[in-house]
């Protein structure tokens, strides 16, 4: 264990406030959507001298108390079905152990460029696909003037929601409807293995509650949370056992990330539903861009382009990690823009209920 | 409506979560070369992560709850109208 220990970082106080911070805003998203942050969280990690796995790991350590205390602050507003969290959560643990099973294989194989150039090809295209779908909703619910209305399963989730697999069929609350769980398990671990790949299964598992279970986005946002509780566990536990996890790291994360998580959750009381999909998909779309540099630096890495130059790298390497950056910080924004809005408009709501009363 | 313009902050209950919270960290960064020892050395010391996990979750969670009650940043008092 001596190299693990050896990979401790020293931490000084403009570390802490660097981790506090990061916490805070990947937080706020994850309290907000049910996921995020931890795509700038590893990388963040890594960038201050922690290796590659100790970061994932101590992440993963971050990640199941933030959830836990997330998923109770919104079970408080009856928007989380845990049913459906627990059940999505236990195929979901399935598909980390797979996934990061693959990744170990290409690893072996292609060495770390290879690996990483999987991770950022999955990310392209999973998040033009997915991101794309989710903002090209919201853009049509906001368009459609109906952004008030009560959200409608799809007829994708119809369809799923008619099908009856006698001995398979439990009723969800979230959905208002029975469905097998044959569709839920392979949703689970679709959800486990982008957790494995690219570190947020949530950009997968809240779509697919959404739009293939017919599930609303505020209850799929947050029943996220339960599936990252139970994912971000047995991650925890199978890294804590080869002694990866940073316990200092994972705690001075979740310091500032449990301001955040609470802030984001009281967020999702103010909004119009399709503000979550607003800032899923926004985040999710920009961060493609984010990896989609990365794309030539792994590429030149395993030979099969012409070679970049290191300042070429460099370059790309930091772009890339400001656009991260930057997609959590504009999700950030709007969550607590449309707070603020909701707030100033629930004031002045009581205000003039207020003088109607007769009370001021 | 009086009732809620008046309502009691836990002020007491975010000071005592606030202060444990507070000590656990000073533990943490005070001791930390002996508990990355500790708990790096995986198998059954695995569990000592995990329940760090959740004895500062359920402090620093309960601080910081209190924390945005007190400065009175709550859940919209009526879920919204759904037409």
């Not at chain 1, 990310?123 to 009560?150: C, H, M, P, Q, R």
């Not at chain 2, 708990?39 to 959740?54: R, V």
């Amino acid at each position: 264990m001596h190299d693990i220990v050896a990979g401790f970082i020293n931490l000084d106080a403009i570390t802490i406030l660097y981790l506090f911070g990061v916490g805070f805003v990947g937080g706020l998203v994850s309290g907000f959507i049910g996921s995020g942050g931890a795509f700038v969280l590893t990388p963040g990690m890594m960038s201050l001298g922690v290796p590659g796995l100790m970061a994932v790991a101590s992440n993963m350590c971050h990640k199941f108390p933030k959830a836990l205390v997330g998923a109770l602050k919104r079970f408080k507003y009856g928007q989380v079905d845990v049913k459906l969290g627990l059940i999505l959560g236990v195929s979901a643990e399935a598909g980390v152990l797979y996934g990061a099973g693959i990744q170990e294989k290409i690893k072996a194989t292609y060495g770390d460029a290879g690996s990483n150039l999987y991770v950022s090809v999955a990310f392209v295209l999973i998040l033009a696909t997915v991101g794309g779908f989710v903002l090209y909703d919201a853009w049509k619910t906001y368009k459609s003037g109906n952004a008030n209305s009560e959200e409608k399963a799809g007829k994708l989730a119809k369809w799923v929601q008619s099908i009856n697999i006698p001995g398979t069929m439990v009723h969800f609350k979230a959905l208002n409807a029975r469905v097998s769980i044959l569709f839920t398990i392979p949703l689970g671990f679709a959800t486990g293995m982008m957790a494995a790949t690219i570190a947020v299964g949530g950009f997968v598992g809240v779509p697919s509650m959404i739009y293939v279970l017919g599930a609303p986005s505020l209850m799929a946002s947050a029943t996220e949370l339960v599936i990252a509780f139970v994912m971000g566990l047995g991650g925890s536990l199978k890294y804590a056992m080869h002694g990866m996890v940073d316990i200092r790291l994972a705690m001075i994360i979740l310091a500032g990330s449990l301001f955040g998580i609470q802030l984001g959750a009281i967020g999702t009381t103010y909004v119009k539903p399709f503000m979550i999909k607003v800032v899923m998909g926004l985040i999710m779309v920009i961060v493609l861009f984010s990896r989609g540099l990365m794309v030539p630096v792994y590429l030149s890495q395993l030979g099969l382009i012409v070679t970049l130059g290191d300042t070429s790298v460099k370059l790309l390497k930091n772009a890339s990690f400001a656009i991260m950056i930057f997609a959590l910080m504009l999700g950030a924004f709007i969550v607590l823009r449309a707070m603020w809005q909701g707030k100033q408009a629930e004031k002045r709501a009581y205000a003039s209920g207020a003088l109607e009363h007769g009370e001021v | 409506m009086a009732a809620n313009s008046i309502k009691k902050k836990p002020v007491g209950a975010m000071i005592v979560m606030g202060i444990v919270s507070i000590a656990l960290y000073a533990t943490l960064l005070l001791k930390q070369d002996l508990i990355n020892e500790t708990f790096a050395k995986g198998g059954m010391y695995a569990l000592l992560p995990i329940i760090t996990a959740f004895v500062f979750s359920y402090f620093h969670g309960g601080f910081t709850g209190h924390f945005w009650t007190v400065l009175g940043v709550e859940a919209a008092r009526k879920k919204k109208e759904v037409k």
